[in-house]
């Protein structure tokens, strides 16, 4: 899935460690999803969205519109 995530972990100047600890995964968890290896599931996606305090959608890009 297409996402936004590196770009809003480096415009707070974030390592993937941080935000992998922000949000209670690993760093290798934060490059998977970077590097869209792996999709995230519906809990982790929340999470990410109200750490950046955004939508969903300004995260991700829903393949299905």
Avoid at 15 to 25: I, K, M, R, S, Y
Avoid at 33 to 39: P, Q, S
Avoid at 48 to 64: K, M, S, T
Wanted: charged share 30%; hydrophobic share 40%; aromatic share 6%.
């Amino acid at each position: 899935m297409r996402n936004r995530l590196k770009l809003l972990r480096v415009e707070r100047n974030w390592t993937q460690e941080q935000l992998g600890q922000a949000l209670g995964v690993s760093r290798q968890a934060v490059n998977a999803l970077e590097t869209e290896k792996h999709d995230p599931s519906l809990d982790l996606a929340y999470r990410i969205a109200a750490l950046f305090e955004r939508p969903i959608e300004d995260i991700f890009d829903n393949p299905h519109v």
